[in-house]
C-alpha cells in the first residue's frame, strides 16, 4: 500500500482525558513539542569578556535547540515548524542580526567564530528541510498542499528569501538555487508577492537621491515645508552620514544581486517595473557623487575613506552586474533558446532597453568596459537577419560616444583621487582610497568577498598563526607556507581559503604552487648596519655606503682660510699642495625642513 502524504495521513492515539484511542491528523497543534526557542543576538562588537561568555551562552541555546529540531522525524518536523511560532521568530531573529561579511566588526575570539560556524550551518539546514516537500518515498507532502502550508503559515515570504540569498548564496549556490527555485514553484503566489514588493525596492534607490540632495527618477513629489532644511549633498555632509549611505547602498546592491544570481527567474518581475532604465538613472546620478565626495575628504579619516571608496566600487560592479542578468535572462537567452521565428519580440526589447539609456553616458560606459555592448549586437546579428541595422548603428554610436576623452585601457579601474604629497598624512589617505582599484575586478575572489571586500591592517603574528592553524585543522596536509600565500591572496579570510580549496577555485597563481610549501621565516630587510644614519650619509666620506674613499680629499690638521676670501660667497680654501678648489656652503647640503616641504605643497 502506498504511503499517503503527510497532509493527508491519520494517526492513532489516546486521548490524555478520556483515555480512549482518538484519530486526528498527523500535521495537527497536538504534535508540536514544548519547547521555547530564544531569540538570536548577534555577538559583541568589542569583544568584551563578560558579553562574549552572555552570547555564547544564548547562541549554544539556539544552536542546540536547531540540532534538536533536525533530528526530529519528518511528521513531528513539520509540526513543530507550522505551530511553534517561537521557532519562527528565532528564524527570523537569526536572518536580521547575523552580521554580514560587509558590517563593521571587530575581529571576533576564535570560539564566538566557531559557534557562528554552527549556527550558520545549522539555519540553512532548517531552511533547506522547511523548503522540501519530499524526504523520502514515505515522508512527503503533496505538492499544493506544500504550497499552501509555506503561503499560509509565513514559513518564508521575500524578505525571508533575500536574506537567504545573500547569506548563504556563497558555497551553497546549487542547493540555494533548488531551495527558492521549489518554493516559487509550488508556490507562485509569492511572484504576486515579489510584484508587490518592487515599488518597495525602488523606493529605496529613490531614498538614497532625496538623502544626498540629488534630483533624480522617483523622488519626493510633495513639496518641500518652510521649516524643513534644505538636504545637504555627499560632498558637505558629514563623514558618518556618508558612512550610513554607502553601507546602505552596498548592502541594496549586495542583496539584490545575490538573489537575482540564484533566482533568475524572477528577472520579467523585476523589468515589468522598468527596473533597467531605472537602475541605470540611479547609477548615472548617485555614484558620480559619492564617488567626487570621498575624493574630496583627504584630510579626513583615511582608513575609513579607504573602506567607502571599496565598497562604492563593489557597489558599482554589482549594479552593472545586476543589469547584466537582466539583460540576459529577459533578452539575450531567450534569443539563444527560442526559435527564428520568435525571437523577434526580445530583440525588440534589447533595443529598446538600450534606446531608452542613450543619454546615460557614464552608466553606458562603465557597463560596456564590463560587458561589451557590441558583442551582444553581434550576437543579436547572427541570429536574426531581419536586424535594424540603423537602430543598432545609433546604439553603438551612442556608446562610442561615452568614451570621448576616456581611456578605454582604465575603464576597468575605479578612478582614483589625486595623490597628494603631503606628509601629514595626504599621501596616507590617496593610497587608501585608492587602493581598490588595483584589485582585480573580474576575479572569482572578488565574488567570494563580496561587499566584504573592504581593506583591513596587514595581519601577523600571533592572528596571522591563528588564521593559518584554522585552515590546517581541517586540512592538516597542505603546508603552512601554501596556506599563508592563500591567505595573502584571499584577504585573510579561512572560510573563504577553505571553500576556495575544497572547491577546486583557487586562483591561477595559487594552483600552481606546491601544496606541502613550507612557510619562510622573512629577515628583515633593512638590516641595523643600513639603517644608521650619519652626517656624512651617502657623500663622497660615507664608509657604509662607499667601498673605497678618496684619500686626496682627506686632510689632516687645520685648513688655513685666505684672508682676502674670508667674505666671499664661496670661500677658497688654501691647501698644503696649493690646489685650491671651491666649497659650497654647508647650508646648501641640509635637508628640506618639512615645514618649508608643506609650504611648498600647499601653493595653489
Request: hydrophobic residues 40%.
Amino acid at each position: 500500500m502506498p504511503a499517503l502524504p503527510l497532509d493527508q495521513l491519520q494517526i492513532t492515539h489516546k486521548d490524555l482525558k478520556t483515555g480512549k484511542l482518538r484519530t486526528s491528523p498527523a500535521l495537527h497543534p497536538e504534535q508540536k513539542a514544548d519547547r521555547y526557542f530564544v531569540l538570536y543576538k548577534p555577538p559583541p562588537k568589542d569583544n568584551i569578556p563578560a558579553l562574549v561568555e552572555e552570547y555564547l551562552e544564548r547562541a549554544t541555546f539556539v544552536a542546540n535547540d536547531l540540532d534538536w529540531l533536525l533530528a526530529l522525524p519528518h511528521d513531528k518536523f513539520w509540526c513543530q515548524v507550522v505551530f511553534d511560532e517561537t521557532l519562527q521568530k528565532c528564524l527570523d531573529s537569526y536572518l536580521h542580526y547575523v552580521p554580514r561579511k560587509f558590517d563593521d566588526w571587530v575581529a571576533p575570539a576564535p570560539e564566538v567564530v566557531d559557534m557562528e560556524k554552527r549556527l550558520h550551518r545549522s539555519v540553512f539546514l532548517t531552511f533547506l528541510r522547511m523548503s522540501t516537500h519530499k524526504e523520502s518515498k514515505d515522508h512527503f507532502i503533496s505538492p499544493s498542499a506544500f504550497g499552501e502550508i509555506l503561503y499560509n503559515n509565513f514559513l518564508f515570504d521575500i524578505p525571508k528569501i533575500l536574506d537567504l540569498c545573500v547569506l548563504f548564496g556563497k558555497g551553497n549556490s546549487p542547493l540555494l538555487q533548488k531551495m527558492i527555485g521549489n518554493i516559487f514553484l509550488q508556490q507562485p503566489s509569492y511572484y504576486n508577492d515579489l510584484d508587490e514588493t518592487m515599488p518597495t525596492i525602488l523606493q529605496v534607490f529613490s531614498n538614497i537621491l532625496q538623502h544626498c540632495g540629488l534630483q533624480g527618477d522617483g523622488a519626493c513629489t510633495t513639496p518641500q515645508k518652510l521649516e524643513e532644511r534644505g538636504r545637504l549633498t555627499p560632498s558637505d555632509m558629514p563623514l558618518l552620514e556618508l558612512k550610513d549611505i554607502v553601507l546602505y547602498l552596498c548592502d541594496t546592491c549586495t542583496t539584490l544581486w545575490a538573489f537575482l544570481d540564484i533566482f533568475p527567474l524572477a528577472c520579467p518581475t523585476f523589468q515589468k517595473h522598468d527596473f533597467c532604465y531605472r537602475l541605470a538613472s540611479f547609477y548615472e546620478i548617485a555614484i558620480s557623487e559619492l564617488e567626487s565626495a570621498i575624493k574630496k575628504r583627504r584630510l579626513e579619516d583615511s582608513k575609513l575613506l579607504g573602506d567607502l571608496w571599496q565598497r562604492l566600487s563593489h557597489s558599482r560592479k554589482k549594479l552593472l552586474e545586476i543589469f547584466h542578468i537582466l539583460l540576459n535572462q529577459i533578452c539575450l537567452l531567450p534569443v539563444l533558446e527560442s526559435s527564428c521565428d520568435n525571437i523577434q519580440g526580445f530583440i525588440e526589447e534589447f533595443l529598446q532597453i538600450f534606446s531608452s539609456l542613450l543619454q546615460e553616458k557614464r552608466f553606458l560606459r562603465d557597463y560596456d568596459a564590463l560587458f561589451p555592448v557590441a558583442d551582444d549586437i553581434s550576437l543579436l546579428q547572427q541570429a536574426s537577419s531581419a536586424l535594424d541595422e540603423t537602430r543598432t548603428a545609433y546604439i553603438l554610436q551612442a556608446v562610442e560616444s561615452a568614451w570621448e576623452g576616456v581611456d578605454r585601457r582604465k575603464a576597468t579601474n575605479a578612478k582614483d583621487p589625486p595623490v597628494a604629497e603631503n606628509p601629514n598624512g595626504v599621501v596616507v589617505v590617496a593610497e587608501a582610497v585608492s587602493r581598490p582599484s588595483s584589485l582585480p575586478q573580474n576575479s572569482e575572489e572578488e565574488e567570494c568577498l563580496g561587499a566584504a571586500a573592504a581593506p583591513g591592517p596587514t595581519v601577523c603574528g600571533v592572528e596571522l598563526d591563528s588564521l593559518i592553524s584554522q585552515v590546517k585543522d581541517l586540512l592538516p596536509d597542505l603546508g603552512e607556507g601554501f596556506i599563508l600565500a592563500c591567505l595573502e591572496h584571499y584577504s585573510y579570510d579561512p572560510e573563504q581559503v577553505i571553500n576556495n580549496i575544497l572547491e577546486g577555485r583557487l586562483a591561477p597563481a595559487l594552483s600552481q604552487l606546491d601544496r606541502g610549501l613550507d612557510r619562510q621565516v622573512k629577515p628583515d630587510v633593512t638590516p641595523l648596519l643600513a639603517s644608521r644614519h650619519n652626517i656624512f650619509q651617502n657623500d663622497e666620506f660615507d664608509v657604509f655606503s662607499r667601498d673605497s674613499v678618496d684619500l686626496s680629499r682627506v686632510h689632516k690638521g687645520r685648513r688655513k682660510y685666505l684672508l682676502s676670501d674670508s667674505l666671499s660667497p664661496d670661500p677658497v680654501l688654501e691647501t698644503p699642495g696649493d690646489k685650491v678648489s671651491k666649497v659650497p656652503r654647508p647650508h646648501s647640503q641640509r635637508a628640506q625642513r618639512p615645514w618649508e616641504r608643506l609650504r611648498t605643497l600647499n601653493r595653489p
